[in-house]
């Protein structure tokens, strides 16, 4: 590359930013609005997806490695009213389904269930064994990042956000469970 | 692109001074005066703004509740691995208080910089109950501050995370209410 061509490089970049620095000042949600729908779906669901997947991985970890004798008995002070393990999970699980029917479009949710993929919290809430648990965690995340690949529309970003505060609120329940039997959980193991 | 270099560089000067000790008393508190001329929440933060809002009042709501006894001495088992709730709560307004500068703009950067006010330190130092109430709402305000104030779609990735960690270990708290045989405020009727 010459000299010319750099020097006429740097006219076009200068000439251009001046342009821009040139346009009326626009309030912080002007900017934001019109670099939201300036952004790609990508851009704005990489992060999310991101999220979700680190929260998952955790809680499949949980879910593979509570102890078996601990898994679907133990309740904080033996109180009825408080969720096992087990429950935990699950409960996780049903709610990431349904935030999951929230996410996607209605034809893509009536497709689904034209398929027979159609679920019942019921089901998925019911314990049935601790592999039988791990299947429905991984099945429930994988749900929640297929619905947001394959509609990654930013109006369901709610959804997308609750997805990741309920289902940590529910690992930080997990991880003090390990705790208060005196065990390490998986996310903090050297 | 140089905005996350920028900010690279910033966190890597802040680490780098609190790993050598230079800063000896904790920062202080972030400016959560208003903007001078509020900034609405836009179609992308306001869900964010929400969430952030809601985590902030049910964390506060514990901070405020969770018995004095226990408050800076309970430890599941007594491991001194654990953190007590107090020492959670801290950790949180550490980490949002972080958070809060580094989702702020350069401006406001490079102003906290100047009067010497960028928090280097994620660790706070029980004081009180009472002083633990307090950063953790000055905490989140400066977070909430932060977003309203620079609105920028690239900073999702560090509001998500504001999000999903304030809700962990919101979560630990429930479960120290549960373990003392007590109901935690969210689930009282």
């Keep these: 590359m010459s000299n010319r061509s750099v020097l006429r490089g740097l006219l076009v970049i200068v000439v251009a930013m001046g342009s821009t620095f040139a346009r009326t000042q626009k309030s912080p949600r002007e900017t934001s609005e019109q670099h939201a729908s300036m952004i790609s779906a990508s851009d704005l669901t990489k992060p999310v997806l991101k999220e979700i997947q680190d929260i998952e991985e955790r809680t499949v970890a949980i879910a593979e490695d509570f102890p078996d004798e601990l898994y679907n008995t133990y309740r904080p002070k033996g109180d009825p009213d408080v969720r096992t393990a087990a429950e935990i999970l699950l409960h996780i699980a049903e709610q990431n389904e349904s935030a999951a029917s929230l996410i996607r479009t209605k034809p893509q949710q009536d497709a689904l269930i034209a398929s027979g993929r159609k679920w019942a919290a019921k089901d998925i809430l019911t314990y049935v064994s601790k592999p039988d648990t791990v299947t429905k965690i991984k099945a429930s995340f994988v749900a929640v990042r297929r619905a947001i690949e394959e509609n990654p529309d930013p109006k369901k970003l709610e959804w997308w956000i609750y997805v990741i505060a309920h289902s940590n609120d529910h690992f930080g329940n997990l991880v003090t469970y390990y705790r208060e039997n005196g065990l390490v959980p998986p996310s903090s193991r050297q | ?189």
């Design chain 2, 1 to 189: 692109m140089t905005k996350r270099i920028l900010f690279s560089l910033l966190a890597v000067v802040a680490l780098g001074s609190e790993i050598a000790g230079a800063q000896k008393s904790p920062p202080s508190a972030p400016d959560l005066k208003p903007a001078a001329s509020p900034s609405l929440p836009s179609p992308l933060t306001e869900p964010i703004l929400e969430r952030i809002k809601n985590i902030e009042e049910k964390m506060v709501t514990v901070a405020e509740d969770f018995p004095d006894d226990l408050y800076a001495t309970y430890r599941p088992k007594g491991n001194e691995d654990v953190r007590t709730a107090a020492e959670i709560l801290l950790h949180v307004a550490g980490v949002n208080r972080r958070m809060g500068f580094n989702l702020s703009t350069k401006r406001q950067k490079d102003a906290l910089f100047a009067a010497g006010r960028v928090p280097n330190s994620m660790t706070i130092a029980y004081v009180s109950k009472q002083d633990t109430v307090a950063k953790v709402k000055e905490s989140f305000a400066a977070v909430r501050k932060a977003i309203q104030d620079n609105p920028d779609p690239e900073n999702l990735e560090g509001w998500l995370y504001v999000i999903a960690h304030s809700s962990e270990h919101f979560g630990n708290l429930l479960t120290y209410y549960r373990e003392n045989g007590l109901v935690p405020p969210t689930s009282r009727h």
